[in-house]
């Protein structure tokens, strides 16, 4: 059954309820989580906010490794952001930084949404001219491709009052629609944003970071420890072209493949976060003879045996039983046969 849901169309079937059900039951247990998990979560967040500000920037074309962000983020000095790349990350750093200590009093509103573009794009120069107003020149979306050339994904609403018009009834809707499920709002919120593309840049970063505030704003606080941005660069060409397909047909699209693959997305980051937790629980119950040879494993992925023996200074036959409950638990991977065979975290 199709619904019209603000301008758009949504198939309303049994897998959408299904997903949105899973969702949420996971949702229901969070609070209980989160009082057991306390110290977990922590270094689950900062791992998560390095990997979100890399992804989404990476997506739009930077080249920074997480590693580099991290370093940069660990080391901010906004006298020394000369590259457009490291003014990105650290804009983005910002905002996500905002959204996290600040969602319940961020208003969705038009001036908010200018805000977070001003804050976003607040330590890149070229964008000085631009910067918290919404675009003046037509912004197509493009794919930068490996070779340099860019690839049309789809046009955008054009400049002037039609993006105004656009963003109004946009905002409006969400903040007067009390009938559809949170999830549907936020994925079609971040759909027609994206489509409208309201600012000159930086709207595929922000059309991210707008799902984020949504979904916390909706109470599904777990996804700060999640980073939908890295599941969105894993599946990039796919993200496109369900972009491009859903667009092409606009206006009043059928945007169900959207919502399929923002579910999708979710669900993923879920059981990530799942298998996360659980591996943080197996390793606080281990000795911290175990806990050494997990830690050496972690750092030295593809170490073997004799290399955990010899630098550890654990006797063999420990070694041996130690890695073998480890592979019983899923705490690791096992790697070849005998002499070649090596260990990695899973």
């Known amino acids: 059954m199709k619904n019209q849901v603000h301008s758009l169309f949504v198939e309303i079937n049994w ?9 949420d039951r996971f949702d229901a247990q969070w609070t209980n989580i989160e009082k057991r998990e306390g110290q977990s979560l922590k270094q689950l967040k900062s791992i998560a906010t390095v990997r979100s500000v890399g992804a989404s920037t990476r997506i739009e074309g930077a080249k920074l490794s997480d590693k580099e962000v991290e370093i940069l983020l660990e080391n901010i000095d906004i006298t020394k952001l000369e590259d457009r790349d490291s003014q990105e990350v650290v804009g983005y750093f910002n905002v996500l930084d905002l959204i996290s200590d600040a969602y319940s009093d961020i208003e969705i509103t038009e001036n908010g949404l200018k805000n977070l573009h001003n804050l976003l794009m607040k330590h890149s120069e070229k964008d000085a001219w631009h910067k918290g107003n919404y ?5 197509a979306v493009e794919a930068r491709l490996p070779d340099g ?4 994904i789809f046009q955008t609403t054009p400049e002037g009052f039609p993006t105004q018009e656009a963003m109004r009834s946009l905002v409006n809707w969400y903040n007067s629609d009390n009938e559809t499920h949170p999830l549907v709002k936020s994925a079609l919120f971040a759909y027609e944003f994206v489509s409208i593309h309201p600012f000159q840049d930086g ?3 922000l059309s ?8 916390l704003k909706n109470g599904y606080k777990w996804i700060q420890y999640v980073s939908l941005e890295h599941e969105i660069e894993s599946r990039k060409t796919e993200y496109y072209n369900v972009l491009r397909s859903c667009q092409s047909q606009r206006p009043n699209e059928d945007i169900s493949e959207w919502i399929s693959f923002f579910f999708s997305a979710l669900l ?6 799942i298998r996360k937790l659980d591996y943080q629980g197996l390793k606080s119950a281990l000795s911290p003879r175990e806990n050494s040879i997990l830690m050496f494993i972690e750092n030295n992925p593809g170490c073997k045996r004799s290399e955990i023996v010899q630098r550890l200074n654990i006797p063999a036959p ?3 039983r130690i890695l073998a409950d480890f592979v019983q638990k899923k705490l690791i991977h096992k790697y070849g046969l005998g002499a070649g065979t090596n260990y990695a975290l899973k």
């Open 15 to 23: 897998q959408l309820i299904s997903r949105i059900s899973q969702i």
């Open 135 to 139: 675009k003046q020149f037509s912004n």
């Open 149 to 152: 050339t860019r690839q049309l």
């Open 203 to 205: 709207n595929g970063r």
């Open 208 to 215: 991210r970071l707008i799902s984020t505030l949504l979904l």
């Open 268 to 273: 993923n980051i879920q059981q990530q976060l």
């Open 318 to 320: 420990t070694v041996k």
